[in-house]
């Protein structure tokens, strides 16, 4: 299995401007959630879902910031203006109901908002 | 609200033992206790999860003292490439619940 795969790896982009992440899940996985780190608050979980439907975005900073699910096998994160302070490290997990709370984290997308 | 404490960092060296407590006394009955850790510039990864008896898998083993206040994470053969920060979690297994909380947990550097 590929694991959870995210995109871009790295992006550098200035205030203002619109970031888009992306996030492909394990297959077959029913939930999957957008968690930001930072060194200032750590991981934190930003919103999930569950078949595709958002269950819970009370981590979602303000509105700039927006997730998408629209089929079993991808999401989007955006952040739209982007500012300095979403400077962060921006994960995407899966997890499969059975499995509990076992869940599987991609390897981050590293943003940087000058 | 932390319901984990950690201490903040441990040292280790290669081939021992690695133990990382952890203290968690106002566990709940239906909360597990779930291992993760993260390497540098990686995400998280499972290690391991129980409730209340002790677990082994090929990474590490998980020991919870009988009253589930608190609980150990053992790698029993530690190499430099388990250098991560190790962290403790409680939570309800799934469910309505999968807001797995993140503290600082415990950054583990194994020495040579």
């Known amino acids: 299995d590929a694991g959870v795969i995210q995109s871009p790896r790295h992006e550098v982009t200035e205030m203002g401007q619109e970031v888009t992440l992306r996030c492909k899940p394990i297959s077959g996985h029913d939930y999957l959630f957008w968690y930001r780190q930072t060194m200032m608050r750590g991981l934190e979980l930003l919103i999930y879902?569950?078949?595709?439907?958002?269950?819970?975005d009370s981590g979602m900073p303000e509105d700039r910031f927006s997730a998408k699910m629209p089929n079993a096998s991808f999401s989007t994160l955006k952040i739209q203006p982007s500012e300095p302070r979403d400077s962060a490290v921006y994960f995407c997990?899966?997890?499969?109901?059975?499995?509990?709370?076992?869940?599987?984290f991609g390897e981050g997308s590293w943003l940087t908002v000058v | 609200d932390a319901k984990t404490t950690q201490p903040p960092s441990m040292d280790c060296a290669e081939g021992r033992a690695a133990n990382l407590p952890c203290n968690h006394s106002t566990i709940s009955g239906n909360e597990y206790v779930y291992w993760y850790r993260q390497i540098h510039s990686q995400g998280p990864q499972y290690i391991i999860h129980g409730l209340k008896n002790n677990e082994t898998n090929e990474m590490a083993s998980l020991i919870i003292t009988e009253d589930r206040k608190s609980s150990t994470l053992i790698l029993p053969h530690a190499t430099l490439r388990d250098t991560a920060v190790y962290y403790c979690?409680?939570?309800?297994?799934?469910?309505?619940?999968?807001?797995?909380?993140f503290g600082k947990g415990t950054l583990l550097t194994v020495n040579p």
């Open positions: 879902f569950n078949n595709n439907v958002p269950i819970d």
């Open positions: 997990a899966s997890s499969l109901w059975q499995s509990g709370n076992t869940i599987y």
């Open positions: 979690i409680v939570n309800p297994s799934g469910g309505s619940n999968y807001k797995l909380t």
